[in-house]
């Protein structure tokens, strides 16, 4: 896909979304659910849920079968946001760890 950052995928999705009407479905309300996970909360989502592109690949080729490029449309943007939701809750629960790492007192030898 030739993307380097998450800012650009979202750009090339939205950007392949639009006029499709999924475009306006597509937004950040997962934020609100993610970030008031705790660390646990995020690792325990990421095991219970295990999102891979492979798999995403899988359901893209069987939603095309089944309704054509409307269905596979609807369905690359649930893909999106699945991935999303990993991305965001790892990145919640690095900076959560990075934030516990920071407060121990520093112990001086």
Request: glycine content about 4%; proline content about 3%.
């Amino acid at each position: 896909m030739g993307v380097k950052t998450i800012d650009e995928f979202a750009i090339r999705m939205r950007a392949a979304l639009s006029g499709t009407g999924l475009n306006d479905r597509i937004d950040d309300s997962f934020v609100d659910s993610v970030s008031h996970m705790s660390e646990d909360d995020a690792t325990t989502s990421l095991e219970a849920s295990p999102w891979t592109w492979a798999a995403a690949q899988k359901r893209l080729a069987k939603a095309y079968e089944e309704g054509g490029a409307p269905r596979w449309t609807e369905q690359l943007a649930r893909e999106a946001e699945a991935e999303a939701r990993i991305e965001l809750a790892r990145r919640t629960a690095t900076v959560e760890h990075n934030r516990r790492q920071n407060e121990r007192p520093s112990t001086v030898a």
